[in-house]
């Protein structure tokens, strides 16, 4: 596992978002990623996982990518591969990105089990008093109670540079865009990007649907595969 980069910008804001319940993180990031003047300077290469990439609107989408925004001096980390049992290495590799352009801050983007209430509620949590200001007065609530699992929780121990994470509550597995256009929602506060999120809700549809489509294939292959190594082995 290492980070390729084309660019290396000084001082952004690192945010990051990860397939985990509701598909939220991938969902966001991809949503900042098209509605930002994003370009691609590098990604995270994993050996560890079966090749495969996703092909949307003619241009590969890589399992892991880093955007990067000029005007917000804003770096995105999107990725849509199932990184499960590789949250240390990744944690790892997200503080080199770091370390390697000096950034300010690294945003968690999580999506958390519901309460069953039809708007789903956004909360934050953070290791910088500065950044828990900011929060505070973007009127934003605290977690206060709660188990962090993943990259986001292997982050969160660190505490150079500050990390903070926006949690979202999803009331299912599969992808879910009303939760992810919160997050927007809030990143927009508390990074005053002046974005749109309400078109979100449409836009995230063909995403979903793309998504889908890509763990689908994804989890035939590797059925595929365990398939072909029983075979080796009888």
Not at 156 to 181: C, G, Q, R, W, Y
Request: hydrophobic fraction near 40%.
């Amino acid at each position: 596992m290492k980070i390729v980069l084309t660019k290396e910008p000084k001082n952004p804001i690192i945010v990051e978002g990860f397939p985990g319940f509701g598909l939220v993180g991938s969902i966001s990031t991809e949503f900042l990623v098209n509605n930002l003047k994003t370009e691609q300077i590098g990604s995270i290469k994993i050996e560890e996982v079966s090749p495969m990439i996703a092909i949307h609107s003619g241009e590969v989408v890589e399992p892991i990518g880093i955007y990067y925004d000029k005007r917000f001096n804003l770096v995105i980390v999107h990725a849509i591969t199932n990184v499960q049992g590789m949250e240390w290495e990744i944690k790892k590799n997200l503080l080199e990105l770091a370390e390697r352009l000096k950034a300010k801050e690294i945003i968690c983007i999580e999506g958390i089990l519901g309460s069953g209430e039809s708007e789903p509620r956004s909360f934050y949590f953070t290791n910088s008093s500065s950044s828990d200001k900011k929060f505070t007065d973007s009127k934003i609530p605290k977690l206060s109670e709660g188990i962090v699992v993943g990259v986001t929780g292997a982050l969160l121990l660190e505490k150079n540079p500050p990390v903070s994470s926006i949690f979202v509550e999803t009331h299912s597995a599969m992808p879910d865009s009303k939760a992810a256009a919160k997050v927007i929602e809030v990143i927009d506060k508390y990074l005053k990007l002046d974005i749109d999120y309400v078109p979100l809700l449409k836009q995230a549809e063909v995403f979903e649907k793309k998504l889908k489509k890509f763990m689908q294939q994804k989890s035939e292959l590797a059925g595929e595969q365990d398939k072909k190594k029983m075979s080796y082995i009888s």
